[in-house]
């Protein structure tokens, strides 16, 4: 493997880890209630929403969006 593929595998492996950390470190910051909704949604998420790697992430990072503008509103 030349190591133009090698930093192409390992950035699609730690990426998404990354992605998916930083989106857990965003719902933590959010208020009891909030989170809590969010972990019921992720959830559902995770059992029922067939989804690849990208699109999930993206998918839970609009949701951590939603909940912190939600939260922000008020």
Known sequence: ?????????????????????????????LPASYRTAVDAIERYLMYFVPVDGDSAASMFEDLADLFERAAADG
């Open 1 to 29: 493997m030349s190591e133009a593929e090698k930093g192409g595998f390992i950035s699609k492996v730690i990426g998404p880890k990354r992605r998916w950390r930083a989106y857990k470190a965003r719902t933590r910051q």
